[in-house]
């Protein structure tokens, strides 16, 4: 199975406290989980056609380890499975070798103009 990774920098507007998700200055688990979202949907969008994007449609995590402001991130997914236009990914998160999040993400490969015709109305 094919595995794209990604570095990602935590930045102040990353941790917990700023995203209110939490009352510390460490990597926030929703800043985690957009990581790890946005990593599967650059992965996608060089296999899909111009009409086509992706969207997150399920994720499980579980965050293990704090990260400071500064660390380095880097996600890994990996593509499990696909169900017609559901692309199913493994991934893991690791700060300086060491995991810090791990789980599973879905995403839908859908036509654009036709999601924006729906969203709009």
Known sequence: MEEFSKMFVVG???????????????L???AVLAMVENTAKDYLHKELASEETSVGTLIEARHLRPSKVGAEIMVKVKVKSQEKTKINFSFEALDDGQIIATGIHQRAVI???VFRQISSS
């Open 12 to 26: 102040s507007k990353d941790t917990a406290k700023e995203i209110g998700s939490g009352d510390l200055d460490v």
């Open 111 to 113: 036509l654009t103009d």
């Open 28 to 30: 926030a688990t929703p």
